[in-house]
């Protein structure tokens, strides 16, 4: 048994090239860390890099041994002829293709008083296994690599992988019973080899060492869940933690689950931590922390960040552990060399620009207050407003037209009132302009958005229905106060309010901007965001405004006569991240789009969407951490992004990033902190079949793309806003102008009518009131006289 030959030399030397970047291990701290020996905490990779690769295989050894600072752990496994391999589990089956091979080969055995039936390695020489291969063993990664790795004899790990080594021994009695020692073996590869680490839960086992092992070598004591039984002194593991002394006696170490240090709820939010790191340390005890992973479900403490997870316990200015045991090595490793001792509150409002998604959306629900304050206290440097309309035409922040998507109204006595309109969603609705500003404030309750509610990856469930509703106006005021370096509003549908409701929603935000006194001050940067040129082009007449064209599809270039358009009516330009990393399959692919420098090449800032914390967003590449994404779509040259600013549902995650003191370094940044190879771990799936499929060109975003119509005349504040608005930017009403033209769709006599639908009828969308206010004070009798005769006009509620 051993290595496949041919296939695994490339496979290695592919991976180290990946790998084995310039620049050194870790960014050096001037202070001493929280941990028993001053020094910083250790990193063990689980099985290797076992998120990504089937745990104990040969790519995932390779991958975290390009790091020589993080150790490499191995489960220890033996055959029935004494050979010592790495697997993750005792049972076979959970982790190879040995019930392919051997279908017959199901056994049951009493492991420390268990019964378990599966495949077991107890129960075959090693030339047996040559041609098992290894599985992922969590079913929800990628299963592109199972199969195609063979397994790793321990003997190999401790002399082809260039990094500590941690040999852990979950079950010595079990082996015992087939005339097999652990012991032996253990003694025999501690003299061989360096054997940094060992481990095991069971006491005997560790004290059959003490004095037989280098002096080098650290013996851990693993603690299980606290209701299992110690099979060697009976007690519980529980009651083994309020005697740490007794263990130093026979081990350096602990090992423990991290809820032994950071408790959960039933409802998975985080408890105050507890004093066994301390209590360790008290007792010359080190103390490792076990069970990190970047794609487990973290507390929702941690909004879906492992790295503010792995911070909790290294950086929290009461303790640090001294070890942390992760499927997951390189996030760990930021946390230590550029994201540790920080000053989180500081303010930095430079490159990269950090905009809010609905404010901090990953916490609360979109666009409420909360998510508002959140927004700010993380760090944002842009807060955001999707600005829709209201029945009586009060522009407010809703991330969505349709109320179903983020309030209670498929709950509410309004829910009868859903109804189709193709042109903007296939399926029945109830939207904002089918009821009042009261109606939504007063009976209606805000819904957090769960884009991965499907997998289980619910957001903040205690404050799903939390905060208040806000209008444009309340946006304002509340963002005019706050530290900020600029607003940006988001503007679509006006071409379908304007010709469908008879609303102007250009005028009514630069009324709601003027009057919130923004056009009086320099400090805040008002930002206008939207997917039509049609509203830029009309907001560029009327106000100045720093306006973002929004490209709503994957491109991977802009043709020049494209860039020249966009720059006669936009400032800067959001592109979605796969136009900047394209991929396939959630796997990068080898192909880097010029779209970014095309667009700064014209003067045109590009800001990227949406960046979001939930490991099931990011492509593999990445490795489940939101931190690595922003990191790769920042950098600059190389294979990096270059982006000027991030668009996110968690700006706290985005402000930490532009705080790390592995910024700006040069050839001396780690290589953690550099981009992934596009492509890179596609060239590592063996199995040409397991290959994703190969993608289409993206297409070049062109003039005809870009051009629009200009937008229809629609009214609002009593004035048709196909002209200017009264009080705002523009010239004041003329007291000649003409009446209005009815909206497309209306009633004959003027008025905008909401008639209500059902789920499969197409229903005529309106605004009934608008609370028209006309200022025409000078008109002529004979517009009086027209006016009169629209008795039903748009002044009367529909």
Same mark, same amino acid.
């Given at each position: 048994?051993?290595?496949?030959?041919?296939?695994?030399?490339?496979?290695?030397?592919?991976?180290?090239?990946?790998?084995?970047?310039?620049?050194?291990?870790?960014?050096?701290?001037?202070?001493?860390?929280?941990?028993?020996?001053?020094?910083?905490?250790?990193?063990?990779?689980?099985?290797?890099?076992?998120?990504?690769?089937?745990?104990?295989?040969?790519?995932?050894?390779?991958?975290?041994?390009?790091?020589?600072?993080?150790?490499?752990?191995?489960?220890?496994?033996?055959?029935?002829?004494?050979?010592?391999?790495?697997?993750?589990?005792?049972?076979?089956?959970?982790?190879?293709?040995?019930?392919?091979?051997?279908?017959?080969?199901?056994?049951?055995?009493?492991?420390?008083?268990?019964?378990?039936?599966?495949?077991?390695?107890?129960?075959?020489?090693?030339?047996?296994?040559?041609?098992?291969?290894?599985?992922?063993?969590?079913?929800?990664?990628?299963?592109?690599?199972?199969?195609?790795?063979?397994?790793?004899?321990?003997?190999?790990?401790?002399?082809?992988?260039?990094?500590?080594?941690?040999?852990?021994?979950?079950?010595?009695?079990?082996?015992?019973?087939?005339?097999?020692?652990?012991?032996?073996?253990?003694?025999?590869?501690?003299?061989?080899?360096?054997?940094?680490?060992?481990?095991?839960?069971?006491?005997?086992?560790?004290?059959?060492?003490?004095?037989?092992?280098?002096?080098?070598?650290?013996?851990?004591?693993?603690?299980?869940?606290?209701?299992?039984?110690?099979?060697?002194?009976?007690?519980?593991?529980?009651?083994?933690?309020?005697?740490?002394?007794?263990?130093?006696?026979?081990?350096?170490?602990?090992?423990?689950?991290?809820?032994?240090?950071?408790?959960?709820?039933?409802?998975?939010?985080?408890?105050?931590?507890?004093?066994?790191?301390?209590?360790?340390?008290?007792?010359?005890?080190?103390?490792?922390?076990?069970?990190?992973?970047?794609?487990?479900?973290?507390?929702?403490?941690?909004?879906?960040?492992?790295?503010?997870?792995?911070?909790?316990?290294?950086?929290?200015?009461?303790?640090?552990?001294?070890?942390?045991?992760?499927?997951?090595?390189?996030?760990?490793?930021?946390?230590?060399?550029?994201?540790?001792?920080?000053?989180?509150?500081?303010?930095?409002?430079?490159?990269?620009?950090?905009?809010?998604?609905?404010?901090?959306?990953?916490?609360?629900?979109?666009?409420?207050?909360?998510?508002?304050?959140?927004?700010?206290?993380?760090?944002?440097?842009?807060?955001?407003?999707?600005?829709?309309?209201?029945?009586?035409?009060?522009?407010?922040?809703?991330?969505?037209?349709?109320?179903?998507?983020?309030?209670?109204?498929?709950?509410?006595?309004?829910?009868?009132?859903?109804?189709?309109?193709?042109?903007?969603?296939?399926?029945?609705?109830?939207?904002?302009?089918?009821?009042?500003?009261?109606?939504?404030?007063?009976?209606?309750?805000?819904?957090?958005?769960?884009?991965?509610?499907?997998?289980?990856?619910?957001?903040?469930?205690?404050?799903?229905?939390?905060?208040?509703?806000?209008? &444009?106006?309340? *946006?304002?005021?509340? #963002? /005019?106060?706050?530290?900020?370096?600029? %607003?940006?509003?988001? @503007?679509?549908? !006006?071409?379908?309010?304007?010709?469908?409701?008879?609303?102007?929603?250009?005028?009514?935000?630069?009324?709601?901007?003027?009057?919130?006194?923004?056009?009086?001050?320099?400090?805040?940067?008002?930002?206008?965001?939207?997917?039509?040129?049609?509203? &830029?082009?009309? *907001?560029?007449?009327? #106000? /100045?405004?720093?306006?973002?064209?929004? %490209?709503?599809?994957? @491109?991977?270039? !802009?043709?020049?006569?494209?860039?020249?358009?966009?720059?006669?009516?936009?400032?800067?330009?959001?592109?979605?991240?796969?136009?900047?990393?394209?991929?396939?399959?959630?796997?990068?692919?080898?192909?880097?789009?010029?779209?970014?420098?095309?667009?700064?090449?014209?003067?045109?800032?590009?800001?990227?969407?949406?960046?979001?914390?939930?490991?099931?967003?990011?492509?593999?590449?990445?490795?489940?951490?939101?931190?690595?994404?922003?990191?790769?779509?920042?950098?600059?040259?190389?294979?990096?992004?270059?982006?000027?600013?991030?668009?996110?549902?968690?700006?706290?995650?985005?402000?930490?990033?532009?705080?790390?003191?592995?910024?700006?370094?040069?050839?001396?940044?780690?290589?953690?902190?550099?981009?992934?190879?596009?492509?890179?771990?596609?060239?590592?799936?063996?199995?040409?079949?397991?290959?994703?499929?190969?993608?289409?060109?993206?297409?070049?975003?062109?003039?005809?793309?870009?051009?629009?119509?200009?937008?229809?005349?629609?009214?609002?504040?009593?004035?048709?806003?196909?002209?200017?608005?009264?009080?705002?930017?523009?010239?004041?009403?003329?007291?000649?102008?003409?009446?209005?033209?009815?909206?497309?769709?209306?009633?004959?006599?003027?008025?905008?009518?909401?008639?209500?639908?059902?789920?499969?009828?197409?229903?005529?969308?309106?605004?009934?009131?608008?609370?028209?206010?006309?200022?025409?004070?000078?008109?002529?009798?004979?517009?009086?006289?027209?006016?009169?005769?629209?008795?039903?006009?748009?002044?009367?509620?529909?």
């Amino acid at each position: 048994m051993g290595r496949s030959g041919h296939a695994c030399s490339v496979l290695g030397s592919l991976l180290l090239l990946l790998l084995l970047l310039p620049g050194p291990a870790a960014a050096q701290k001037g202070s001493a860390w929280k941990t028993l020996s001053g020094d910083a905490p250790a990193v063990i990779a689980k099985g290797g890099f076992s998120g990504l690769f089937p745990d104990s295989s040969d790519p995932a050894y390779l991958f975290a041994a390009s790091n020589q600072d993080s150790a490499q752990w191995c489960d220890v496994r033996l055959t029935k002829d004494g050979v010592g391999i790495c697997l993750p589990d005792i049972k076979m089956d959970n982790c190879t293709t040995i019930s392919d091979l051997f279908p017959k080969g199901k056994k049951t055995y009493r492991v420390n008083g268990v019964s378990m039936t599966g495949w077991f390695s107890v129960d075959y020489n090693s030339i047996d296994l040559t041609n098992v291969t290894l599985l992922r063993a969590i079913l929800s990664r990628t299963n592109r690599f199972d199969g195609s790795f063979t397994l790793v004899q321990v003997e190999v790990a401790l002399s082809q992988y260039k990094a500590p080594a941690w040999l852990n021994v979950q079950h010595d009695s079990f082996y015992s019973q087939f005339n097999l020692s652990m012991r032996s073996y253990i003694l025999s590869m501690s003299k061989q080899y360096t054997v940094d680490y060992i481990s095991s839960p069971e006491v005997s086992f560790l004290k059959s060492l003490v004095g037989r092992v280098g002096r080098k070598t650290k013996l851990v004591f693993r603690f299980l869940d606290e209701g299992l039984v110690e099979p060697s002194t009976n007690q519980t593991y529980g009651s083994m933690l309020k005697n740490l002394s007794s263990i130093k006696t026979f081990a350096s170490g602990i090992l423990v689950p991290k809820h032994y240090i950071w408790p959960v709820t039933a409802d998975n939010y985080l408890q105050p931590s507890t004093s066994v790191v301390d209590d360790a340390h008290k007792a010359g005890l080190e103390i490792y922390a076990a069970d990190f992973a970047n794609d487990f479900a973290l507390s929702y403490n941690y909004s879906y960040d492992p790295l503010a997870e792995y911070l909790r316990f290294i950086d929290n200015g009461a303790f640090c552990v001294d070890g942390l045991l992760t499927d997951f090595p390189i996030t760990p490793l930021e946390a230590i060399g550029c994201f540790s001792n920080l000053n989180n509150t500081k303010a930095d409002h430079g490159a990269p620009l950090v905009i809010s998604h609905n404010g901090a959306s990953g916490d609360y629900p979109d666009c409420t207050d909360l998510a508002y304050q959140k927004a700010v206290v993380d760090g944002a440097d842009v807060i955001d407003c999707d600005v829709q309309v209201t029945k009586d035409g009060i522009p407010i922040c809703m991330s969505s037209i349709d109320l179903m998507d983020v309030t209670t109204v498929a709950s509410s006595q309004f829910a009868s009132q859903a109804g189709v309109i193709s042109d903007i969603k296939a399926v029945a609705g109830v939207y904002t302009f089918n009821l009042t500003w009261e109606d939504i404030a007063n009976n209606l309750k805000p819904m957090i958005s769960n884009p991965f509610g499907q997998i289980s990856l619910s957001r903040n469930p205690r404050n799903r229905n939390a905060g208040k509703f806000m209008r &444009l106006s309340d *946006f304002l005021a509340f #963002a /005019k106060g706050e530290d900020l370096s600029g %607003i940006m509003i988001t @503007v679509e549908h !006006a071409s379908f309010m304007a010709e469908k409701l008879g609303f102007g929603v250009v005028d009514a935000v630069i009324k709601a901007v003027d009057d919130s006194g923004y056009s009086k001050q320099t400090a805040k940067k008002v930002m206008i965001q939207s997917t039509n040129s049609s509203t &830029l082009v009309k *907001f560029k007449q009327l #106000a /100045k405004y720093n306006l973002v064209y929004k %490209i709503d599809e994957v @491109v991977k270039d !802009a043709a020049p006569s494209s860039l020249a358009d966009i720059k006669k009516f936009a400032d800067a330009v959001s592109v979605s991240t796969k136009s900047v990393y394209p991929e396939s399959s959630n796997f990068l692919i080898n192909q880097t789009n010029p779209l970014v420098k095309s667009l700064q090449s014209a003067g045109l800032p590009v800001y990227v969407y949406l960046l979001r914390n939930e490991f099931f967003s990011q492509p593999y590449d990445f490795f489940s951490d939101a931190t690595s994404q922003i990191n790769a779509l920042v950098h600059k040259g190389g294979e990096g992004g270059g982006v000027d600013g991030l668009i996110t549902d968690f700006p706290g995650t985005a402000h930490r990033y532009k705080l790390n003191s592995c910024r700006n370094m040069g050839d001396k940044t780690p290589y953690y902190m550099l981009p992934p190879q596009r492509g890179g771990l596609l060239g590592v799936i063996q199995d040409k079949a397991a290959l994703p499929p190969a993608m289409a060109p993206e297409p070049v975003l062109t003039v005809s793309d870009v051009a629009e119509p200009p937008l229809p005349p629609g009214w609002f504040g009593g004035e048709r806003c196909g002209g200017s608005l009264t009080g705002g930017a523009g010239s004041s009403a003329s007291a000649t102008a003409a009446p209005p033209t009815p909206p497309r769709g209306s009633a004959s006599d003027g008025r905008p009518t909401w008639s209500s639908g059902t789920t499969t009828a197409e229903t005529t969308p309106t605004v009934g009131s608008h609370n028209c206010r006309f200022t025409y004070t000078t008109l002529l009798p004979s517009l009086l006289f027209i006016i009169s005769i629209f008795s039903f006009s748009v002044c009367v509620r529909a």
